[in-house]
């Protein structure tokens, strides 16, 4: 039966929230505590129980488990539990036993409620979601279907050059959208008029598609403004048509950007795109750590931030690229530079290696081979000049097996699905995060779809990824809730990358070759998954409310070593956060390690 503790106030007092409310309103609150007492392997509440309220531990330990009886976390004296289930539909989402004999503390639901309605503290304590609101006006987290002009004037390729002139005086424009077969086949400018069409006396009959610029960048309505600036200031280019599923749905000019503000990252962008030399760019990317300083203590979401800094890679690697054919001479056949790992996801922050390799136009000899060795070893040692360094495991361009016709890539991924052995499975994975960077874009076009639908399609495959995935856990432990490295260098430290964002980076990609999603960004995977169906709308909002915050730290972490003088790297101490924050770190680990727990078991929807 419930009881009461004499010091128990006294208690509340060294637990945060608690410890923040004014003395008249805890003795208030502690007066609605109940005490429970258990036995070792007492149950406190089973899966799917309605839960009586939230769970205080002020003696003892307290097991709790997945829906699919997976330990994920041992809680000791001052831990929380319960809160999850109590915020969605007040039925427990883990079960929990007593593993000695413990003094529970109970805050009935309807207390947990009006101690959430009355307090702010409280409900940030309690409340894992950490999402932010954009600035008003930063164009650094302004999705582009915010931005962009809807309905763009389009023509098709016939239409005369005179015609075209009409439309954009009349509409008042600087552009029209050329429009072929309901695709769009190119974008003609004032500019394209006037260098092209008046200043080479051209006839005012010939037809826009003589002048017109074919086969335009692009970008989709998810897309960011910086985007959109970075591309016009690389390329040098005024106007981006916006596009969705193959269908022209908007334009974004830079008028459009006037009033938006993403400075920072587009100065870097520009000056690498306009460097002579792999030194003059390594000047450039030597303020990454600077800027990424800047956009943490702006408040800028994690996913913006990782997308600025890689959207430099990026353009590094392309100017590279055309550095290499400047020396070397045009390439005798068409080929493609990919990116893979945290730069082919888009989530480089300010500790990168690179991944990256070359796919080759099937007419390609033997011969031809020295020009493509001579290309990667150009791009690959800048990258390093330019703090991109070598990666550890070989895998980059320079490396044979990694610069190759598009039959032999086909051929890999082949074999890698019909014979999944850890190998395999390691190279695979690297794989499903492909994204091409510079080149002919169309060796890659058709081959991520056919790899995924035969890689779904193996049942043994997708097994074998599905256990490769689950190699790396969140760091949960009974320090205080956490396990920390045992020895060696970072000895006491939570590495943030291998057992931080990795396994959720894993799920997603598990999700992506579910669903035979294309995304190839984490978050982006995350939310097509729960939009799709292969995660459930409930546990998508947990894992990526989970994620938001462990990549946050992680970038926190970063920011505070840059500020100090320090290299920034992943491993953090736990002395860095305070009770509050280690409470929902905890709290996160364990939302990934009970959605790896369900795919693990053929749960990949799980609620």
């Known amino acids: 039966m419930p009881s009461r503790l004499p010091d128990f106030y006294r208690f509340l007092t060294s637990v945060h929230p ?49 829906e699919n009886d997976v330990p994920v976390s041992l809680l000791g004296m001052r831990n929380s539990f319960g809160e999850r289930g109590l915020l969605r539909d007040g039925r427990a989402v883990t079960s929990a036993k007593a593993v000695e004999d413990c003094t529970l503390l109970l805050l009935p639901a309807h207390d947990f409620a009006a101690l959430l309605e009355t307090n702010e503290q409280a409900r940030r304590f309690f409340d894992r979601s950490r999402s932010q609101k954009p600035k008003d006006n930063d164009l650094a987290t302004s999705r582009v279907d915010t931005l962009m002009a809807r309905a763009p004037q389009t023509c098709d390729p016939d239409t005369d050059v005179q015609t075209a002139a009409v439309m954009m005086r009349d509409f008042g424009i600087s552009s029209l959208c050329i429009i072929d077969q309901e695709k769009l086949a190119g974008i003609l400018t004032v500019r394209d008029l006037s260098n092209k069409a008046l200043a080479g006396a051209l006839p005012l009959d010939t037809p826009i598609s003589r002048i017109m610029t074919r086969d335009p960048i692009t970008l989709s309505p998810s897309a960011i403004g910086s985007d959109v600036l970075h591309a016009m200031m690389e390329r040098k280019i005024g106007h981006i048509p916006i596009c969705e599923s193959g269908k022209l749905v908007g334009i ?26 792999a030194s003059e760019m390594a000047k450039v990317t030597a303020r990454i750590p600077q800027l990424l300083v800047q956009l943490v203590a702006g408040g800028n979401r994690h996913e913006v931030v990782t997308r600025l800094i890689t959207d430099i890679a990026d353009t590094a690697t392309r100017r590279l690229l055309a550095l290499a054919e400047e020396k070397l001479g045009p390439p005798p056949v068409p080929y493609l530079w990919l990116a893979c790992g945290s730069q082919g996801r888009q989530e480089q922050t300010g500790v990168s290696d690179q991944d990256n390799c070359l796919f080759l136009d099937d007419a390609v000899t033997d011969a031809q081979m020295p020009y493509f060795e001579q290309l990667a070893k150009f791009v690959c040692d800048g990258l390093d000049e330019c703090g991109y360094v070598y990666c550890p495991g070989d895998m980059m361009a320079t490396n044979p097996q990694w610069c190759q016709p598009l039959r032999v890539w086909r051929e890999y991924f082949r074999s890698w699905i019909q014979k999944p052995d850890p190998m395999a499975q390691m190279l695979a994975s690297v794989m499903f995060d492909l994204r091409p960077i510079g080149g002919s874009t169309g060796l890659f076009q058709d081959l991520q779809e056919d ?45 943030m990358k291998h057992n931080g964002v990795v396994p959720i980076v894993d799920l997603g990609r598990i999700y992506a070759l579910q669903g035979q999603l294309t995304a190839v960004n984490t978050r982006a995977r995350l939310e097509e998954a729960g939009a799709k169906g292969v995660l459930s709308p409930s546990g998508a909002r947990d894992l990526l409310d989970a994620y938001d915050l462990i990549a946050e730290t992680r970038l926190l972490h970063q920011s505070r070593q840059i500020k100090r003088g320090d290299a920034p790297d992943n491993y953090m101490e ?3 956060l305070s009770d509050f924050e280690r409470s929902h770190l905890r709290n996160a680990f364990v939302v990934v390690k009970s959605l790896q727990s369900a795919v693990g078991h053929g749960k990949g929807a799980v609620g």
């Open 18 to 66: 608690y410890d923040v409310l004014p003395p008249d309103e805890l003795e208030v609150l502690a007066n609605k505590f109940q005490v429970l007492q258990l036995s070792a392997g007492d149950i406190v509440y089973a899966h799917g129980e309605d839960l009586p309220g939230l769970y205080l531990i002020h003696w003892g330990q307290v097991e709790v488990r997945d």
């Open 252 to 277: 974004v000019t830079q008028t459009d950007l006037t009033r938006f503000q993403a400075v920072s990252s587009a100065e870097l962008v520009s000056e690498i795109a306009h460097a002579a030399t």
């Open 451 to 495: 790899t995924l639908r035969a890689a779904e399609a193996n049942s043994i495959f997708v097994a074998h990824m599905i256990g490769n995935s689950l190699k790396h856990h969140p760091p949960l432990g009974l320090l205080r809730g956490f396990a920390t490295i045992r020895s060696g260098e970072h000895k006491n430290t939570l590495d």
């Open 574 to 576: 736990l002395a860095e």
